[in-house]
């Protein structure tokens, strides 16, 4: 078919579709019920599908849905973990008398945040920040604490003299009850000076060739030192008589005389339950035991350091007895690399004269047990107050356990192990002039604490114990050997 114009091929056009209108039209009114089944069948076919789509849609949505809903739990669970934990320490030191009033606004915001807000990461921020402002409470209330300790430290000073003359090198103790707490020398002028906390004292001046000096009931007072000066007189001469045969002590195999020491296990009744101990008791008041406190390095040690076993170091100091000394880094702790076998307490070596670990930095304000050259021990609440005693040994180790035969462990000092695992514990104590070496089985150190105060001291402090616990007595190991030790406290037989 040919066309000549553009009119021709729009006529063409326009008559073949009405042509193809009226054929559709013929066809659905000759199958219009078809047709219309057809339509239908579309229809719910599209519906179908459309259905089939939403539905798969909220399944992904739901699958979505459930992941975050198990993140949330596992996020809730941790921050109540956290929070429950916080809850706790603020109730540990308020009972500790720290007022914790700065956070209750802080700590009402927190519990908001997780238990009305659920915003769990923003509590768990907020969680670190009140512990953190909570641990400052607590350096804070400790500062106070040391701060009145040594503000209640006032003293005693005087002069020491003979028919007016100054006396020099004269030993000046201070006691209570039994027990020395201070002791110092007078100096060229006579004159001396000696630091002890507000009370009712004994005070002793001796000195060679003179009568000793006693004087009761001298009361310190708070921000006032008390004065006394002391007079001695010479002692009369002494009428000279035969010299009796002296018997031999009973010995064995290095041990001191019964008379003065013992060793005993027993059973142990205490509040926190029944323990087996170990334990040695010293009579320093006699005279006749003197303590040597040792170390295997020569000075200062930070890492490799030598150790010795306990019955090493009581071969070389010819001690009948002893036991290990303060908490060290064993080189079986993996977090003890690089400091193996140190120690960071302070610890006076008597065979040596010099005083370990006295420039670290660490453990000026920790207790310390000193002994003079007869043996007779004193214990210092702080270790930075011993250079106004004379002494030839000296531990110091933590925490103090006993103090004037009361409690003063503060169990938040403690580390885990210290206040949940069962194990050896040790402790040196004091009751008058008799020294306890302790070692009690299958405690905790709050559990040690309750068994010195069963045993009625009057001081108390704790020293290393678990796998490096050793006891000797007579050269015989009672507890141990144990690991091999840095330093240890002995006894030796004048």
Not at 206 to 213: N, P
Not at 392 to 405: E, N
Request: contains cysteine; aromatic residues 10%.
């Amino acid at each position: 078919m040919k066309f000549d114009t553009w009119r021709q091929v729009t006529y063409y056009i326009g008559m073949t579709l009405k042509e193809r209108q009226i054929s559709i039209l013929k066809f659905l009114q000759a199958n219009w019920f078809r047709v219309c089944f057809y339509f239908v069948f579309l229809v719910i076919l599209l519906s179908f599908g459309k259905c089939w789509l939403d539905i798969r849609d909220y399944g992904n949505k739901i699958t979505k849905s459930d992941k975050v809903l198990v993140a949330d739990q596992k996020a809730f669970k941790k921050v109540v973990a956290e929070y429950r934990q916080f809850k706790a320490k603020v109730m540990d030191y308020k009972s500790q008398g720290i007022d914790t009033t700065s956070l209750d606004k802080k700590t009402a915001e927190i519990k908001e945040s997780i238990f009305v807000k659920g915003d769990y990461t923003d509590a768990s921020k907020e969680i670190g920040l009140a512990t953190f402002e909570l641990e400052k409470l607590y350096e804070q209330r400790q500062l106070e604490i040391k701060a009145a300790e040594e503000a209640k430290i006032t003293g005693i000073t005087g002069k020491v003299t003979s028919n007016s003359a100054p006396m020099t090198n004269a030993t000046i103790s201070v006691y209570s009850g039994t027990t020395v707490i201070g002791s110092v020398k007078s100096v060229a002028s006579g004159e001396y000076s000696i630091n002890v906390p507000i009370g009712t004292y004994k005070v002793t001046c001796s000195l060679a060739g003179y009568t000793t000096f006693q004087k009761s009931e001298v009361a310190v007072v708070n921000v006032q030192t008390t004065g006394l000066d002391i007079t001695l007189t010479k002692a009369p001469p002494k009428p000279v008589v035969a010299a009796k045969p002296k018997s031999a002590p009973t010995t064995s195999s290095g041990s001191a005389s019964t008379t003065y020491t013992s060793y005993s296990r027993q059973s142990v009744k205490a509040s926190a339950g029944t323990f087996t101990v170990d334990i040695m008791k010293l009579d320093l008041g006699s005279g006749h035991i003197r303590v040597i406190t040792d170390t295997a390095a020569n000075g200062d040690c930070t890492n490799n350091c030598p150790t010795m076993s306990l019955a090493s170091y009581a071969s070389r100091n010819g001690a009948f007895a002893g036991i290990n000394g303060t908490y060290f880094c064993p080189k079986d702790y993996a977090s003890c690399a690089g400091q193996v076998n140190s120690f960071w307490w302070k610890f006076y070596n008597s065979r040596l004269g010099i005083m370990i670990n006295a420039t670290n930095g660490k453990g000026a304000m920790e207790p310390f047990f000193i002994f003079d050259s007869m043996g007779r021990a004193s214990y210092l609440s702080h270790w930075k107050d011993y250079s106004s005693y004379d002494f030839t040994a000296g531990i110091s180790s933590s925490p103090g356990l006993i103090y004037g035969g009361v409690s003063v462990l503060n169990n938040s000092t403690l580390d885990t192990k210290q206040r949940t695992v069962k194990s050896n514990r040790g402790a040196l104590a004091l009751k008058g002039q008799i020294l306890y070496a302790v070692i009690a089985k299958g405690a905790t150190v709050p559990d040690l604490t309750s068994v010195l105060l069963a045993l009625g001291v009057d001081y108390g402090l704790n020293i290393d114990g678990g796998g490096s616990s050793a006891m000797l007595y007579k050269g015989a190991y009672k507890v141990g050997p144990g690991r091999s030790l840095p330093n240890a406290v002995l006894f030796v037989e004048n």
